[in-house]
């Protein structure tokens, strides 16, 4: 699976964005799909994750309420709707795939994204 992440860019604190996740090679449908990000000097943090139908999500709590997690397999694409940014979600963000359960721990999926910077400003 190749996966290539897009959609971010500069936003106020307070503003919206999508990121997505387009992905192509074996079936999209039978991967879980997750968002990890990474700030400057930190480690690569989980964000949220969906299961293959999409009947099951997982947040973390920095972003529960907030960010909504969704896939539309017809597409082979996994959507990340971020809203009421905050300047402490400025990071480079990743999607990832694999074919196991959902999971918050990057070590578990298989392939990953190139990223995609979303930048808040304050």
């Known amino acids: 699976v190749q996966l290539q992440a897009s959609g971010g860019g500069l936003v106020q604190a307070g503003g919206s964005l999508r990121l997505s996740c387009a992905a192509s090679g074996r079936t999209f449908s039978s991967y879980v799909m997750g968002w990890f990000r990474q700030a400057p000097g930190k480690e690569r943090e989980f964000v949220a994750a969906?299961?293959?139908?999409?009947?099951?999500?997982s947040y973390a709590n920095s972003v529960k309420g907030r960010f909504t997690i969704s896939r539309d397999n017809a597409k082979s694409t996994a959507y990340l709707q971020m809203n009421s940014l905050k300047p402490e979600d400025t990071a480079v963000y990743y999607c990832?795939?694999?074919?196991?359960?959902?999971?918050?721990?990057?070590?578990?999926?298989?392939?990953w994204g190139q990223g995609t910077q979303v930048t808040v400003s304050s």
């Open positions: 990832a795939a694999d074919p196991g359960g959902i999971t918050g721990i990057p070590n578990e999926y298989k392939y």
């Open positions: 969906i299961s293959w139908s999409g009947s099951s999500t």
